[in-house]
């Protein structure tokens, strides 16, 4: 079955530096997502990118993030200088060409900003 | 930030009883509600959604109930099992019509008791 690979699985950094999330979207699908977790808390939408361009982004997405799809296969998701508060898991997700179809979610990456 | 609000935060049912956890979303681009589930650790699972057309949909002992002119929908857990011990988040689609993108509720952490 078809499924959306995130790697690291956890990722530890220093405060102020640079992290680089990365995604394998399902193949055919052509909307990918970040969306994050606070430990215990709801999933929030970061962003979404489709036709190689952002077409929509919440109020967390800031200007330290940035997405990027820089060849066919992969989805990044860059913080640019990280902060304490960006402690969560990152999930990425994936879906189809259409309104009304599933978005398939990764199994996260926890990052821990110390 | 585009709101959904769900309720209760916290849910604990005895084995073969009937879980409800309700959502209120604002206006939407599109008519595709899911709810996800999610297991500690792991990424969220669709778990069943609905496309109203209809007021109810019915998948083995899960159900969702709709009513689009109060916008609200509801989850319903029948003979609930152990198993079903998991957080669950209700999605309603952006108010953007710029792609595919959910807002997710704050979550239900269910307990069921054997």
């Known amino acids: 079955e078809p499924e959306v690979t995130q790697t690291p699985s956890h990722q530890v950094t220093q405060m102020g530096q640079e992290v680089i999330l990365r995604c394998v979207p399902i193949?055919?699908?052509?909307?990918f997502y970040w969306y994050r977790q606070i430990l215990g808390q709801k999933v929030e939408f970061l962003v979404s990118?489709?036709?190689?361009?952002?077409?929509?982004k919440s109020e967390i997405f800031d200007d330290q993030f940035s997405v990027e799809r820089p060849d066919g296969s992969n989805f990044t998701l860059k913080i640019r200088s990280t902060k304490l508060e960006d402690s969560a898991m990152y999930f990425c997700?994936?879906?189809?060409?259409?309104?009304?179809?599933?978005?398939?979610f990764g199994q996260g990456t926890r990052l821990t900003v110390v | 930030q585009q709101q959904v609000k769900q309720s209760p935060q916290s849910l604990i049912v005895q084995k073969g009883g009937i879980s409800i956890i309700n959502c209120a979303y604002e206006n939407t681009a599109f008519d595709y509600f899911p709810w996800y589930q999610q297991f500690p650790g792991k990424g969220p699972a669709l778990l069943i959604a609905i496309r109203p057309d209809v007021s109810e949909k019915k998948e083995g002992r899960f159900t969702i109930s709709f009513n689009k002119s109060a916008k609200q929908f509801s989850l319903h857990i029948m003979d609930s099992q152990p198993g079903d011990s998991a957080t669950y988040f209700c999605?309603?689609?952006?108010?953007?019509?710029?792609?595919?993108?959910?807002?997710f509720g704050t979550g239900t952490s269910l307990t069921v008791i054997p």
């Open positions: 997700a994936s879906s189809g060409g259409t309104a009304n179809t599933e978005a398939f």
């Open positions: 990118f489709y036709n190689n361009e952002i077409s929509e």
């Open positions: 999605a309603a689609p952006s108010r953007k019509n710029t792609g595919n993108q959910f807002y």
């Open positions: 193949s055919n699908h052509l909307y």
